[in-house]
Structure formats: C-alpha cells, structure tokens
C-alpha cells in the first residue's frame, strides 16, 4: 500500500538541505580524523604507541556520553527546544577543537616535542568528541522527529546521506593535498593550515540545522524528568529504565543487528581494495598506482550519492523499507563478486564498474536504516508511552556502530595477517594477494547474508506505521 504524503508532513527543501549540511559535519569529522591521524605519527613524530592511545580515550569518552546526551536531549525543555542548543553550540565547540587540537608544534632537530604534543592534543581530542557528541545525539534525533511520514522520512534521510557522501568524496584527496610540496613545505604545515577550512567548513554546516530546521511541537510532550543535580539519583534510574526499554525494543534490534553486519563487514575490507589496488595492480610500486586509489573512494562515493541513494528511495516507497534494503543488500553482494573480475592488472579502469553495484549496501543502509528508526521511535512510543526517545534511540544506535567500528578495525588487521600479507615487504606473494581478494569478498557477503536473515521479521510496514501514527494521535494528539 502506498498513500500520499499528506502536503502538512512534506519537509520543505531548504529544511532538508539544512539537515544534511549538519549531516555533513557529521561525516566529515570522522572521515578528516582518519587520515590527519596518519600524520600525527608520520608528520608530527608520535610514537604509534601513543598514537594508539590518543584515538582510544577520547573515543571511549564519547561511547559513554552518547545515550547520555541522547537522553539530555529527550528530556530537555526551553524556548529553543529540544534538539537546537545543543546543536548550535556542540557545532562551534566542535569546529574550533579541530582546529586547535592540530595545531601542534613540529619536531626539529635536537628538539623533541612528542610529550608536550601528547598532552596538548590529548586535553584537545577531549573537549573536540565532547563538542561532537553535544552536536550529534541532538541531530540524530532531531531528523527522526522532522515528519511523521513513513516515505517522507526516507526522502529526508535520503537528502540527508546524499549530502553526508560529499564528506567521503572529499576526503580521500586531504592525503594527496597535504603531502603536495608545492602547496605545503612540509606534511605537518599542511596538516595545520588544512585543519582550519576543514573546521570552519564542519562549523558553518553544522550550525545549519539550528537556524534553519524544524522541531517537533512540544505543547502535547509529556513524561520527560527534570534535569537538575538535585534530582540526579532520579535522573539517572530513568536514564537506566529508558536505556533498558530502547535495548529490548525487537525491532530496533534487527535494526541494529542488520546494520552491524552490512557496515562492518564494509568496514572489515574497507582499506583492502587500496592494498590490492597497489600489490595486485601495480605490484607494490605506489608511485606508479599515484591517485588510483584515491579516486576509487571519490567514485565510490560519487555513485553512492547520485545513483545508489535516488533509486533506493524511490525502491523503498513502491516496495517497502524493508524490502528495499533486502533487495539492495542482494545487490551489493552480487558486486562484490563482481570485484573479482573487476581488478584486473591489465586495465585498472576495470576497477569502477563493480562500484554501483557494491555501493547499494552501504548507500541502501543508512538512508533505510535512519528512516526505519524513526518509525521504531513512534512504535516504542505505542508501547511504553512518552518520553519520546528520538535522541536516545539514535545514540544507541551510532554507539553500537562505533563499537563494531573497533571490532571491524581489530578483525581487519587479523584478515590481513592471516593471509600472509607482510607490510615490511614492497612485493606480496601471489598466495596472500589472491587470499586478500577471496576475503574481500567473501567477508561482505556473507555479512550480508547474515543481514538479510536478521531482517526477515522486521514487520513494521508502511501499513502498520500509519495505524501506530493514528492511535498516537488519538491519544496525545498531533505533534
């Protein structure tokens, strides 16, 4: 059944375009960290060691705070609402950390700074994933409560993804940027003087959403506790009460178990296509692979943006969420095959042509995912009454992502060991090349598959949204 979206519950263009510019901000942010950390330990001198511990701790602080932020979110009340303070705020903070935490001072002879550096960017890295995760939670929830439309969610986050892939079209071109010595004297000044446009770029995006979306009525919210340090034993056993409701919702569960297989089994052979790129195609000689792998991640993402997003919006209205993301996983998997013939020593244009295909996975799941979850959160409200949970549910939902992010990264670096990839060597064996490319296959489809089961139950159609929406009205009225 497919009804038309009621004119009331269509988000104007400009409020989604603003929405994605903070989605934006969203990706970049982590998408710049993972290669100006790269030149923390080869730029700035950082023992890998140390290195190791910077990405850990702040991170860590941010796992933490997320569903903590998420339930500030849910629970607070002011003349701004509920999601645009916070917002606002954790965008500036957010864009001037980055900036400042990569101002750090160069090693010169005979002068080591790796102590001071540590500390400084220590101290820095935390206020910067405070910033962040003041800015996200809020943001996250403010897109699932934008509309109460089954497909005008998907529309919004559609726009929201389209505009969040710019981030990783960009991105893999700052290593190329930073080590040009004609626009840089050295790979730290470039480092320092690019993080001030990524920064203020992330700061003027993410602030977007503040001044410019729409939030939800609060006059019919109701249930939401008192923030106050005088009441924080109460704050807190409602926090407890409302992460255990989120944690045991089924089908925000298959949500979260889905996407927790299709992205990190992504995420698990997300560098192997630049490892076989350069020991497969060029045979180790990374000047002669020059800008091939760079433009593998710009196209990846070019496809997902402009072809992968538009029709998978357009799949999920005439068939349904769930459906759309079975038949876009299938697809992905059929392209990941695909890479078998597609890197070819031959004919590196080759490269491209299983890029479409590939892409729905990861271009299916988050626009599908975003949009599910917030049916999930009128379906939660059904169950357990308000508080609305936009915000926690959301920050649940990234915290598992994270987490598996740590778990993909770890298990990435098994895969590689086990087949016998040596990074001291500038030639791989035939043996371990032709092992990285069964697994980077074989890793991503059976995710897939594993995805595809999980999600077979989900049964919250656009059907059964529209009756969960209509008994909500009847019971608070129209928010």
Not at 206 to 229: H, R, V, Y
Not at 353 to 374: C, E, K, N, Q, R
Request: net charge positive.
């Amino acid at each position: 059944m497919i009804n038309k979206t009621d004119p009331k519950d269509v988000v104007p263009f400009g409020q989604k375009v603003a929405f994605g510019a903070g989605n934006l901000t969203n990706q970049l942010l982590p998408a710049a960290l993972g290669v100006f950390m790269f030149f923390l330990v080869v730029g700035f001198g950082m023992s890998p060691y140390k290195a190791g511990i910077l990405a850990a701790i702040p991170r860590f602080i941010d796992a933490i705070l997320d569903p903590i932020m998420g339930y500030i979110s849910d629970n607070t009340r002011s003349k701004w609402g509920r999601r645009k303070p916070y917002i606002f705020g954790g965008a500036i903070v957010v864009g001037l950390a980055f900036i400042l935490m990569w101002q750090l001072k160069v090693p010169e002879a005979g002068d080591n700074h790796e102590t001071y550096n540590f500390i400084y960017f220590l101290v820095m890295s935390v206020i910067f994933y405070l910033g962040y995760t003041v800015f996200a939670a809020p943001l996250i929830g403010l897109g699932y409560e934008m509309t109460p439309d089954y497909n005008e969610r998907t529309r919004l986050m559609a726009m929201s993804q389209i505009m969040g892939q710019v981030a990783w079209m960009i991105a893999p071109w700052f290593w190329f940027l930073i080590s040009r010595p004609e626009l840089f004297p050295g790979a730290p000044a470039g480092v320092r003087q690019l993080s001030v446009w990524v920064g203020l770029l992330c700061l003027i995006m993410g602030i977007m959403p503040a001044l410019f979306c729409k939030e939800i009525d609060q006059s019919n919210l109701q249930g939401q506790t008192k923030l106050s340090w005088r009441d924080l034993v109460s704050n807190m056993k409602h926090f407890f009460s409302d992460i255990k409701k989120t944690v045991t919702n089924k089908p925000f569960l298959r949500l979260c178990g889905a996407t927790f297989f299709v992205f990190n089994g992504f995420q698990i052979v997300a560098q192997f296509a630049f490892f076989i790129i350069i020991f497969y195609l060029y045979n180790g000689d990374q000047q002669a692979a020059g800008q091939w792998p760079a433009w593998f991640g710009t196209v990846s993402a070019m496809a997902t943006a402009f072809f992968v997003i538009p029709v998978i919006t357009y799949m999920s209205t005439k068939i349904g969420k769930r459906n759309a993301f079975i038949v876009s996983t299938v697809i992905s998997i059929a392209g990941y095959a695909l890479k078998w013939w597609g890197f070819h020593p031959g004919n590196p244009w080759l490269m491209f042509l299983p890029i479409p295909l590939m892409s729905f996975g990861i271009g299916g799941l988050f626009t599908l995912m975003m949009s599910m979850t917030a049916d999930v959160c009128d379906y939660d409200e059904l169950k357990n009454g308000m508080p609305r949970k936009e915000a926690l549910f959301g920050a649940v939902y990234w915290w598992m992502v994270k987490l598996g992010t740590s778990l993909a990264l770890f298990i990435s670096g098994v895969v590689l060991s086990s087949v016998g990839f040596d990074q001291n060597a500038k030639a791989q064996s035939e043996s371990a090349i032709t092992a990285l490319r069964l697994a980077d296959i074989i890793v991503p489809s059976l995710a897939g598959v594993f995805a595809i089961a999980i999600m077979w139950g989900y049964n919250i159609s656009e059907k059964r949204a529209m009756e969960i929406r209509e008994e909500l009205i009847k019971r608070r009225g129209d928010i």
